[in-house]
């Protein structure tokens, strides 16, 4: 694979990745394992919208994941496992073993009536197990839908039913730092609303007392052991669906976007290698959860498709201390870190000793995901971390992406804080102005679209392509549109300024205003809600909530509690609204839409500058939200 070893060499396989674009991704295809080579490299229409890449192909992804790395690599270790506690010893699996753990499973499924096309819930904790779950489900060409083990049941219910899941993997608990999480509870309370599941098999974690219902439930190791360790790889079209993950919409449900076997396992591999500037024997953790695309792509599929060791951490940055993540830096001898800017800022409020009582030479290469990240945490992160030694790899990209698409190459892209830098090698962003023109030239600011496809571009939501197409391909004709905010600079580098449509990023997580608006009105005594982003120091946005009630609350912080606990068993702790203002009415324009714009400047604190009011239906609603701004 052609990697660039210096900013010159980036611009050369730059200028050639989008002259000859086929040509370009054919030779990088060529070095996996397929089955049956590919017809065509691609075939797209952005109009339609539909996407195909390496169509008559034939493969399967865990065989470029495990089985090509053996014999060679039988002991070489696979998945390090650091658990949530630093008294439990951290295990091994070699890549002999991650071989024999993913056909028991998928041997598991196919045992319990799961075959190629099926739909399987995955809700675990961060344990090798949810990787084997994940490759199991690939083995036998069943569709994995893994959901974040921080959500409830209410947003568990709404993913299996989208996409009808057959069966459910979960553990009997989660620890998470000092708690431990009913896993098996939230999923019992859920799957009472989902008629499809027929099975659930539960992984002994916690030892925690579980409800099991006969007929229905069935315990991992139990399974496991009856099945055999050697387990035949489907053989997958290349379009073959290979997962769905939601993500959060600016309106309504949950999106289930839709990555398919080849292109997806294509862009994960090469981004990895790429960007990471990866090398055999390196040691690389990726501290997000596997419920995350980033989990999906940089904690199992990326690195084990290029043979490295991933490491899988299943506790919190802050337990037992604050120095836990640099704990294991040393501990392991990491050599690529890749981690939030919203755990950057937490850690770096904790004291420095926490970091210097650490060794942290190990470190090579630093990464950052999941928002922007703000100068003064880069310069933090470089200083303390990587101690002026390790560059900084601030990568851009969507779930909707699948994988890396902005971002610096380390050792070969000149850093800029706060920047995302360059479009790797065959990616064609377009920065556009808001008639729909693209923008030329250096020094301007618009939306961030692209231009031509990308072998991990998600193929559809799932169960609704008229809502992909709108989405993505109805704001600019002919170009995907990302949804974010983006300069380019005098240097031509990019600068993602943030997302300009109804969706926040708290903590580096999606999500949709509506989505938690419905939440919040589900309490009995709210009439209507309005939710916004405001800048959070630590969050980096925080959820600002504008409440209407039926009655004049009488008690505001018991309500207030109240609230937040209803949004946090609908979608889960992380969508809690941080600043709850009751109102009496919300700025609406004449047809009745609410001019979020408004909202945003007062949970922003800018009172004075509210631009225009002018089309509002009642322009008092707002000096009374002034007042009662927080
Ligand atoms: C949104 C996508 C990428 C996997 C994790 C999040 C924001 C992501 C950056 C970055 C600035 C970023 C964008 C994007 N975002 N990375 N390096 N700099 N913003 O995936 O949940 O699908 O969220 O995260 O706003 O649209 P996601």
């Given at each position: 694979?052609?990697?660039?070893?210096?900013?010159?060499?980036?611009?050369?396989?730059?200028?050639?990745?989008?002259?000859?674009?086929?040509?370009?991704?054919?030779?990088?295809?060529?070095?996996?394992?397929?089955?049956?080579?590919?017809?065509?490299?691609?075939?797209?229409?952005?109009?339609?919208?539909?996407?195909?890449?390496?169509?008559?192909?034939?493969?399967?992804?865990?065989?470029?994941?495990?089985?090509?790395?053996?014999?060679?690599?039988?002991?070489?270790?696979?998945?390090?496992?650091?658990?949530?506690?630093?008294?439990?010893?951290?295990?091994?699996?070699?890549?002999?073993?991650?071989?024999?753990?993913?056909?028991?499973?998928?041997?598991?499924?196919?045992?319990?009536?799961?075959?190629?096309?099926?739909?399987?819930?995955?809700?675990?904790?961060?344990?090798?197990?949810?990787?084997?779950?994940?490759?199991g489900c690939a083995r036998i060409g069943a569709i994995h839908s893994v959901v974040f083990a921080g959500f409830s049941s209410g947003s568990l219910i709404d993913r299996i039913n989208d996409s009808h899941c057959k069966l459910v993997l979960?553990?009997?608990?989660?620890?998470?730092?000092?708690?431990?999480?009913?896993?098996?509870?939230?999923?019992?309370?859920?799957?009472?609303?989902?008629?499809?599941?027929?099975?659930?098999?539960?992984?002994?974690?916690?030892?925690?007392?579980?409800?099991?219902?006969?007929?229905?439930?069935?315990?991992?190791?139990?399974?496991?052991?009856?099945?055999?360790?050697?387990?035949?790889?489907?053989?997958?079209?290349?379009?073959?669906?290979?997962?769905?993950?939601?993500?959060?919409?600016?309106?309504?449900?949950?999106?289930?976007?839709?990555?398919?076997?080849?292109?997806?396992?294509?862009?994960?591999?090469?981004?990895?290698?790429?960007?990471?500037?990866?090398?055999?024997?390196?040691?690389?953790?990726?501290?997000?959860?596997?419920?995350?695309?980033?989990?999906?792509?940089?904690?199992?599929?990326?690195?084990?498709?290029?043979?490295?060791?991933?490491?899988?951490?299943?506790?919190v940055p802050s337990w037992p201390d604050m120095g836990r993540f640099w704990h294991v830096i040393e501990k392991h001898q990491v050599n690529i870190f890749y981690t939030a800017p919203t755990a950057i800022r937490s850690l770096q409020t904790?004291?420095?000793?926490?970091?210097?009582?650490?060794?942290?030479?190990?470190?090579?290469?630093?990464?950052?995901?999941?928002?922007?990240?703000?100068?003064?945490?880069?310069?933090?992160?470089?200083?303390?971390?990587?101690?002026?030694?390790?560059?900084?790899?601030?990568?851009?990209?969507?779930?909707?992406?699948?994988?890396?698409?902005?971002?610096?190459?380390?050792?070969?892209?000149?850093?800029?804080?706060?920047?995302?830098?360059?479009?790797?090698?065959?990616?064609?962003?377009?920065?556009?102005?808001?008639?729909?023109?693209?923008?030329?030239?250096?020094?301007?600011?618009?939306?961030?679209?692209?231009?031509?496809?990308?072998?991990?571009?998600?193929?559809?939501?799932?169960?609704?392509?008229?809502?992909?197409?709108?989405?993505?391909?109805?704001?600019?004709?002919?170009?995907?549109?990302?949804?974010?905010?983006?300069?380019?600079?005098?240097?031509?580098?990019?600068?993602?300024?943030?997302?300009?449509?109804?969706?926040?990023?708290?903590?580096?997580?999606?999500?949709?205003?509506?989505?938690?608006?419905?939440?919040?009105?589900?309490?009995?005594?709210?009439?209507?809600?309005?939710?916004?982003?405001?800048?959070?120091?630590?969050?980096?946005?925080?959820?600002?909530?504008?409440?209407?009630?039926?009655?004049?609350?009488?008690?505001?912080?018991?309500?207030?509690?109240?609230?937040?606990?209803?949004?946090?068993?609908?979608?889960?702790?992380?969508?809690?609204?941080?600043?709850?203002?009751?109102?009496?009415?919300?700025?609406?324009?004449?047809?009745?839409?609410?001019?979020?714009?408004?909202?945003?400047?007062?949970?922003?604190?800018?009172?004075?500058?509210?631009?225009?009011?002018?089309?509002?239906?009642?322009?008092?609603?707002?000096?009374?939200?002034?007042?009662?701004?927080?």
């Amino acid at each position: 694979m052609k990697t660039p070893h210096s900013i010159s060499e980036y611009h050369d396989i730059y200028r050639e990745s989008i002259t000859h674009p086929e040509k370009f991704w054919a030779e990088i295809a060529d070095s996996f394992r397929w089955k049956k080579k590919w017809d065509k490299v691609l075939e797209w229409d952005f109009n339609k919208p539909e996407v195909k890449w390496f169509t008559g192909g034939k493969l399967n992804i865990t065989e470029n994941c495990i089985d090509r790395h053996l014999p060679d690599k039988a002991n070489h270790t696979a998945i390090l496992w650091e658990p949530n506690d630093p008294n439990t010893p951290a295990r091994k699996i070699t890549y002999k073993e991650l071989h024999e753990q993913v056909c028991r499973v998928a041997n598991m499924l196919k045992a319990h009536g799961v075959k190629k096309g099926d739909r399987v819930c995955i809700y675990l904790p961060m344990v090798p197990e949810a990787a084997y779950a994940m490759l199991g489900c690939a083995r036998i060409g069943a569709i994995h839908s893994v959901v974040f083990a921080g959500f409830s049941s209410g947003s568990l219910i709404d993913r299996i039913n989208d996409s009808h899941c057959k069966l459910v993997l979960t553990a009997d608990g989660a620890f998470r730092g000092d708690k431990k999480i009913d896993l098996k509870g939230i999923v019992n309370n859920a799957v009472e609303k989902c008629p499809s599941v027929e099975k659930i098999i539960v992984l002994e974690r916690t030892k925690t007392p579980v409800d099991m219902k006969p007929g229905r439930d069935l315990w991992w190791h139990d399974e496991m052991a009856k099945v055999s360790d050697t387990c035949a790889a489907e053989e997958m079209d290349a379009e073959d669906m290979l997962f769905i993950l939601y993500t959060s919409g600016s309106t309504g449900k949950p999106k289930g976007m839709v990555h398919t076997c080849g292109g997806y396992m294509v862009y994960c591999d090469y981004t990895f290698r790429t960007v990471f500037q990866y090398k055999p024997g390196q040691l690389f953790w990726c501290t997000a959860d596997v419920g995350w695309i980033t989990g999906h792509s940089y904690i199992v599929y990326g690195p084990l498709s290029a043979g490295a060791t991933t490491l899988i951490f299943e506790g919190v940055p802050s337990w037992p201390d604050m120095g836990r993540f640099w704990h294991v830096i040393e501990k392991h001898q990491v050599n690529i870190f890749y981690t939030a800017p919203t755990a950057i800022r937490s850690l770096q409020t904790a004291s420095i000793d926490f970091v210097n009582k650490h060794d942290l030479s190990s470190l090579q290469v630093l990464g950052s995901v999941g928002e922007p990240i703000n100068e003064e945490a880069w310069h933090w992160y470089d200083k303390n971390i990587g101690k002026e030694k390790c560059p900084i790899v601030d990568t851009w990209w969507q779930t909707e992406t699948g994988g890396i698409m902005i971002s610096p190459i380390a050792h070969v892209t000149k850093l800029k804080p706060a920047f995302a830098t360059l479009p790797l090698p065959g990616v064609q962003p377009a920065i556009m102005d808001e008639h729909g023109n693209i923008m030329t030239g250096n020094g301007i600011e618009g939306r961030l679209a692209m231009q031509f496809p990308w072998p991990s571009i998600a193929r559809t939501i799932y169960g609704d392509h008229q809502r992909y197409k709108d989405t993505y391909f109805s704001t600019f004709r002919g170009k995907y549109f990302s949804g974010d905010g983006c300069k380019r600079d005098e240097d031509g580098y990019y600068r993602i300024t943030g997302r300009v449509d109804d969706i926040i990023i708290v903590s580096g997580h999606n999500m949709g205003t509506a989505e938690i608006e419905s939440a919040i009105n589900e309490h009995s005594a709210v009439a209507e809600s309005a939710v916004v982003g405001f800048p959070h120091h630590l969050k980096g946005q925080g959820i600002y909530a504008f409440v209407i009630c039926y009655e004049k609350p009488r008690e505001e912080e018991k309500l207030r509690n109240e609230i937040k606990e209803t949004v946090a068993k609908i979608i889960g702790p992380i969508a809690k609204p941080d600043k709850i203002q009751f109102v009496n009415g919300l700025p609406k324009t004449r047809s009745g839409k609410i001019m979020r714009r408004i909202l945003r400047k007062v949970a922003e604190g800018e009172l004075s500058n509210l631009g225009d009011t002018t089309t509002l239906l009642d322009p008092n609603v707002v000096e009374e939200i002034k007042k009662g701004a927080h």
